[in-house]
């Protein structure tokens, strides 16, 4: 497994309200700003990384992530590699928390799964974009 240490703030200025966001954790980063300029500076950036990829418009469609509520960029690392630190939020830097699992395609995961703190049932892809249309 090979970890990288993401450092946006680094590379990009303190985030803020009014230049950008950004939230990871194992697997997935998500960022969201209104400056077009920067959130194209921040896909090369993370193109360049060769460590993971960014979600296709189809693919947020796919999975049901197109709504700009789950980030204007998705970024998901290829199975195998982890982001250390997670990162929650500003001010939030914390040990793990929790995680999300690599694309669901993946061969070595099967889907996706729901829980409310007790499993009761696993649904594939499919099946959870219909239950997210309904709530």
Known sequence: V???NLQLEKRFGIQSIKKYLFFYDSVVLRVWSKD???LNEIEIYLNSLGIGGLLSQEDRKKYCVS??????IIYILNEGNIFLPNYFGVGLRSIVKGMHGYLPD???QMGVVISN???EKSYKTKDVCSILKKL
């Open 117 to 119: 703190f007790h499993l």
């Open 106 to 108: 993946n061969k070595d």
């Open 36 to 38: 077009t300029k920067l």
């Open 67 to 72: 709504n700009k509520q789950f980030g204007d």
């Open 2 to 4: 090979f970890s990288y």
